[in-house]
């Protein structure tokens, strides 16, 4: 365990989202972007946890609300310039995420040369699981993610496709940002995302570790 504080509801720390972005080639490609050759980052704050029971809430300003399911990585131990030889060791688990974005916010942000603020870091546009234990997944690598809309399959992705591994990210991001316990990675999604409308119900999952069901709401 890389902590002795209790990060069971890591959401509540009030720690960073740090996100990355186009980490499945497949997925650069179905939205035309170039495949990076480093990783693309951007932050989404505290306000954007939601947890299971509430519904997530389609800002009044898209009319494309996309879901992007994601595995994140739990940090335990904090630490800057972390090694990827160390790195796994500052984990303190997995887990499941959603990337809500509005895509059409994105789409003209990234016309205007703008950040992706609105598109990405909205209320409720990261929901997560429990905490995952680092024993339940013992290869984070080689796990299935998946996401249905309406009881339809729409994502389904091997992580062992991500371009950058899990310590190769560690070591990256605490070279910039200093990371700290209770901070969360999301370590970007595979091909399939789309858009979701208001009513429609999510159901995602790890293989048949774990799973989570949310609504969508719109914004009043
Ligand atoms: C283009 C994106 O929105 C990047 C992203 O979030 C991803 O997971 O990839
Ligand atoms: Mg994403």
Request: glycine share 6%; hydrophobic share 40%; proline share 5%.
């Amino acid at each position: 365990m890389a902590s002795s504080k209790n990060l069971s509801r890591f959401w509540e720390w009030g720690r960073k989202i740090i996100c990355v972005g186009r980490n499945y080639a497949e997925h650069a490609k179905e939205l035309k972007n170039a495949v990076p050759t480093e990783p693309v980052l951007f932050l989404k704050t505290p306000s954007a946890y939601v947890r299971e029971g509430a519904p997530i809430l389609m800002p009044y300003y898209t009319n494309s609300l996309h879901h992007e399911v994601e595995l994140g990585v739990v940090i335990g131990k904090g630490g800057k310039d972390i090694a990827q030889s160390s790195a796994m060791d500052h984990v303190e688990g997995y887990a499941l995420c959603l990337d809500m974005t509005a895509r059409d916010v994105q789409d003209q942000c990234k016309k205007k040369g703008l950040p992706w603020t609105l598109a990405k870091a909205f209320d409720t546009s990261c929901p997560v699981s429990d905490l995952i234990s680092r024993e339940t997944i013992k290869d984070p690598h080689n796990i299935k993610i998946w996401l249905k809309v309406n009881d339809v399959l729409r994502q389904e992705g091997s992580t062992s496709s991500m371009i950058f591994s899990i310590p190769f990210l560690i070591s990256y991001i605490s070279r910039v940002i200093t990371l700290e316990e209770g901070d969360l990675i999301l370590t970007g999604t595979p091909k399939g995302v789309a858009a979701v409308q208001e009513d429609d119900e999510m159901v995602a999952g790890i293989d048949d570790i774990i799973s989570m069901r949310f609504r969508i709401k719109k914004q009043l």
